[in-house]
């Protein structure tokens, strides 16, 4: 994808609205979306390089007071934290001119994403992706990077109209508190599912489907699968998924399902080389070096890459478009 070229005025497939749980405004699926759909393409110009607070700041607020009106104004209605990020002496002063910007700058630290950049790190805003919230068990996946300037988001599962659409701001499998510690960097404590052990729905969700797939009736009586933290569980569940879609797979054979379901198989895959690679970094920042735990992880996300990358390649051929 590397000349995309959207219409500003295109239909994704998504509204902005409140969420019910006060939150403010989240991102929410105006119908069905197939696992592996283009969910929205954003693209910016707004780029604040990352290293000196006080610099950045400035930055930011040079380049908020460039703007046109319309943009001042998609920018003024963002979500803001209440506290300006720390200096490194404790402070929260963004120069002389924090009393004027002090709510410019909260909103740009609040909505920004990690962009790569000539000379290091940079931070991009992009206006319509910063209205997706976040989960640790996200079903959405973006790509900030691929595309200088562009944000893409995809389905990495079956959504249904009115699901809001949820993506991780963070390493997804490090331990809770480690999770937790992360988003308190936007001023807030996850309560996913996954952090209070609460219902695992997706997992549940496909073995409805593989059983529907096989002509097994409901089993009211089952217990539905809920989220453990232990690194074993997180494996488990992951694992668990992909041999449910592939069962599911195998059961339906259904020609208009095939590329859709394939792609949810490659996004499942992705979530286990990302336990894998996570996991084995935590190992290895642990000892100081690699350990056969940690060089297992990484052989076995090494397996799961192969797997993804083949399948990848038969459902999004070489110059495939925004489809």
């Known amino acids: 994808m590397s000349n995309l070229s959207v219409d500003e005025d295109y239909d994704w497939p998504y509204e902005a609205r409140e969420t019910a749980d006060g939150k403010g405004q ?11 759909e283009i ?5 910016t110009s707004i780029f604040v390089n990352r290293g000196n607070v006080v ?18 104004v998609e920018w003024d209605n963002l979500f803001s934290f209440i506290f300006g990020r720390l200096k490194p002496d404790g402070s929260r002063i963004y120069g002389d001119q924090e009393g004027a910007y002090s709510k410019v700058l909260r909103q740009f ?12 790190d940079q931070a991009a805003l992009f206006f319509r992706a910063a209205r997706f919230n ?19 988001a995809r389905a990495a599962r079956r959504i249904k109209e009115g699901e809001e659409l949820l993506v991780s701001y963070i390493p997804n499998y490090y331990g809770v508190e480690e999770r937790r510690k992360s988003t308190r960097s936007w001023d807030f404590i996850c309560m996913c599912p996954r952090c209070v052990g609460g219902p695992d729905d997706y997992t549940a969700s496909l073995e409805e489907a593989r059983d529907l797939a096989n002509g097994i009736e409901p089993d ?3 217990v539905r699968p809920t989220f453990r933290e232990g690194p074993r569980d997180v494996e488990s569940y992951l694992r668990r998924r992909l041999r449910l879609l592939r069962e599911i797979h195998k059961a339906e054979r259904a020609a208009d399902k095939e590329i859709s379901q394939q792609k949810e198989l490659v996004f499942a895959l992705w979530d286990i080389i990302d336990f894998h690679q996570e996991t084995a970094k935590i190992l290895y920042d642990m000892n100081e070096t690699h350990t056969p735990a940690s060089l297992a992880h990484l052989s076995r996300g090494q397996e799961a890459t192969e ?8 459902v999004w051929p070489e110059g495939h478009q925004c489809k």
């Open 26 to 36: 989240g991102a929410f699926a105006t119908r069905n979306i197939e696992a592996g």
């Open 39 to 43: 969910i929205l393409v954003d693209s």
């Open 55 to 72: 610099k950045d700041a400035d930055q930011t607020i040079e380049i908020y007071k460039t703007l046109e009106q319309d943009k001042k």
């Open 109 to 120: 630290l609040s909505n920004d994403f990690a962009v790569p950049g000539d000379s290091g």
């Open 134 to 152: 976040h989960s640790c068990d996200p079903n959405t996946r973006y790509d900030a990077e691929s595309v200088e300037g562009h944000w893409i």
């Open 220 to 222: 009211g009586d089952r």
């Open 307 to 314: 797997e993804a990358l083949k399948l990848a390649r038969r």
